[in-house]
Nanobody, 121 residues
Framework: QVQLVESGGGLVQAGVSLRLSCVSS????????MAWFRQAPGEEREFVAR???????AYADAVKGRFTISRDNAKRTVYLEMNSLIPEDTAVYYC???????????????WGQGTQVTVSA
């Protein structure tokens, strides 16, 4: 089965940049769609960004212009570059893999364990 492992989270101050990584194993990577979701304390899991196998990108309004999703097929890795972080970005960030690009969590078939991002004011 597919395994996804996220890394790169941490505790940072507002305004700092952070780069998350997600490494995939178990399936051909180049033809799948990848996404990032996040879940803040007491909140539902929400869409952050996605990238299709053709490198089409989409972002949630809350992060558009600050976050960038990218992929390196040779390294079987998807990245989330987060700039100008604000306390509202505090959440557990999850990597997801699916057969079709989507912004709904239930559309994705495989998930990583999550990595914590905490942004202090």
């Amino acid at each position: 089965q597919v395994q996804l492992v996220e890394s790169g989270g941490g505790l940072v101050q507002a305004g700092v940049s952070l780069r998350l990584s997600c490494v995939s194993s178990g399936r051909t990577f180049s033809s799948v769609n990848m996404a990032w979701f996040r879940q803040a304390p007491g909140e539902e899991r929400e869409f952050v960004a996605r990238i299709s196998w053709t490198n089409s990108e989409a972002y949630a309004d809350a992060v558009k212009g600050r976050f960038t999703i990218s992929r390196d097929n040779a390294k079987r890795t998807v990245y989330l570059e987060m700039n100008s972080l604000i306390p509202e970005d505090t959440a557990v960030y999850y990597c997801a893999l699916g057969s079709r690009p989507a912004t709904i969590a239930n559309s994705y078939e495989y998930w990583g364990q999550g990595t914590q991002v905490t942004v202090s004011a």
